[in-house]
């Protein structure tokens, strides 16, 4: 009898701790990024809500956009909040769009250029040789390896004329938003190779893009939420929530500026949940 009851309470620990394996990976919600500040500060502050708001545990991979798409198509990942349609991803789109459900857009007006104050008083590319010595003949730019230099370069040499005795400067990120800051204290003219969203359109002074005629810099896109299929069956109330996660530019800046120091998950998850905080009606939105 001893025996018996022994083996009675050996099998109901043993089908207690599998139900609860169980249970924990049903549980579970799987984000994807890429290594892109926009797609990081989505990432994570989406990551926080689901762990402090929906009680979910919540695991967040980096990869690069191939092995991304594949693993929300195999269903090997749940969620991916930085999908660039319709240009930049649509390989991936044409590849795996019919394994995965688009939630629709989570901002609008993602593009690449050239930017400039709002107080320089051109609006188009082809009017930048036309004002050389306001511009020190420079264009600022970031590392030289970016798609954004690439395409600045084939403005310069292939797509507008006048460009013979400008200089593209490379430098960084960082770099380039302190000479911004820079000029624009000092109330000079400035062009720099730009992108949106990114923080610097957060900040307290008026910026734009110049017009690009020649179409160098391609189309303007939307990011996109993209989820496995069934993701809603499983999750209702995560298909909502990211069908309402929406951000403007302003928004997204700030959240990006936020994050743009910190490198572990404790330290991004942190930083968003401090933006939470600060922005605590907007989050309610999304969670309503």
Known sequence: M??????????????????????????????????????????????AILEDEYGYSVESTEADPGPVFASIADGDSDVFVDAWFPVT??????????????????????????????????????????????????IVGIGPGAGIMEATNQAMDEDYEGFEDWELVESSGPAMVAELETKIDDDEWVVVTGWEPHHKFAADYELKFLDDPEGTYGDIENLHTVVREGFGDDYPELETFFENFYFTSAELGSLMDAMRDETTEEERLEAARDWWEDNEDLVDGWIE
């Open 2 to 47: 001893k025996k018996l009851i022994a083996l009675a309470a050996t099998l109901t620990l043993v089908f207690s701790v599998a139900a609860c394996d169980l249970f924990e990976e049903e549980e579970a919600v799987e984000l994807t990024y890429v290594n892109w500040a926009e797609g990081i500060a989505m990432n994570y502050l989406a990551h």
């Open 89 to 138: 991803h649509e390989t991936y789109q044409d590849e795996y769009g019919d394994d995965f459900v688009d939630l629709g857009y989570n901002f609008e007006g993602a593009r690449i250029g050239l930017v400039v104050p709002d107080y320089v008083d051109i609006d188009s590319i082809d009017e930048l040789p036309d004002h050389g010595d306001e511009f020190d003949y420079e």
